[in-house]
């Protein structure tokens, strides 16, 4: 194979740097001078750490190396050959964050604008991004290139040891039996609707992770897509199983994939799934909790969960129900003990409410998002179930 054609056919699809590399001193220290902006904040970066990493590096993986300034690095083997592809970064520079993390390191103010200078210079790319077409780009210079895995490395304050990146399983009989029944009970749970039950077993799972030195079994759940898919296939079926409406469950793990895909750490790995698992539960028991309702008002109760955001009519879901919107106004205030316009008032403020804590959007965005195009409106109705307008309760 033509390492250069192979690297430039790469470098031109993904506007990346990568370039072949040797364990030498020579090439190690090269690399760093080019790319290393900070030690205290790139050590990963450094020829020290890359020397190691190549020494111990499997062949069919996927090396991703993460710093503290959220850019990256992916290394990887192919033909005999070793490559650095990088740095790029998943998201925009936050200044903000940048001098929380320079004032952490003890680093001055003086470095901040170069810091942004350097970068603004990476390309900003997902891994999956990067992974289809590196993998594309191998097939078409060695048609039978098996799929690399992924590893996540950002172990900045462990000391380097080589079963941190050689994967071993040596479980018994018990500690499989073990895992299995954790991942039935959480399972379990989810089906359940039991949301303190699921956040136990999910913890658990994890602290049985940091307890084994091999590391290998949380990579079932949280460092790679393989594991987080599997685990979101699981959690899926569980919450189905539940009764849980399809869509609900749709909707809760396609945010989950978008969130995956732009982490940066393992610990908003684990929180980006322990969320999902939650959420799904809570899904899970709302849907049992509205049991006690006809099967008409479930219906529209699911319906507005989903479409609060829309100019949802009466006319719509009596069609939709196959009763008359007489009928269904009486059934819905008789079950629900309010009206269905002050449902929908309700659910639509409730949601601004987290958006006026959680976000920087503006009122008039988060009064068109949730379904008020007339802000002044919003602001009316919001006055009217909090006491006070969409600004003093940001502030309050």
Known sequence: MNEKIFMGFVANILGIRIC??????????????QNCFEKTLQPMYTAEY???????????????ITDYLNTNLILFCFDNTCYLLGPYVKNTFSSLEMQELLASHKLPASILLPLKLYYDQFPQLSYSMIHGTVLAAMRTFIPNTPEFSYRKLTGFHEELKTDKLILESNNTYYQIIDRYETENYFLRKISDGDIDGVRMAFESIASNYYANTSQS????????????????????KAAETGGCPVVKIDEIAQESIQKFASARTGSELDKIQKDMLIRLTQAVHDTKHMSQYSPVIRNVLNYISINYSQDISLHELSDTNHVSEEHLSRLFK?????TLTAYIADLRTKKAAELLKTSMLSVAEIAMYVGYPDSNYFVKVFKKRYGMTPSAYRSY
């Open 20 to 33: 072949s590399i040797a364990n030498d001193n020579a090439s190690l220290d090269s690399f760093e001078q």
């Open 334 to 338: 008789k079950e629900m003990g309010i």
């Open 217 to 236: 079994q949380r990579s079932l759940y949280s460092t790679d897509w393989n594991g987080f898919a599997i685990l979101r296939t699981l959690a899926r």
């Open 50 to 64: 890359l020397h190691y990493l190549l020494e111990n590096a499997k062949k069919e993986v996927f090396y991703e």
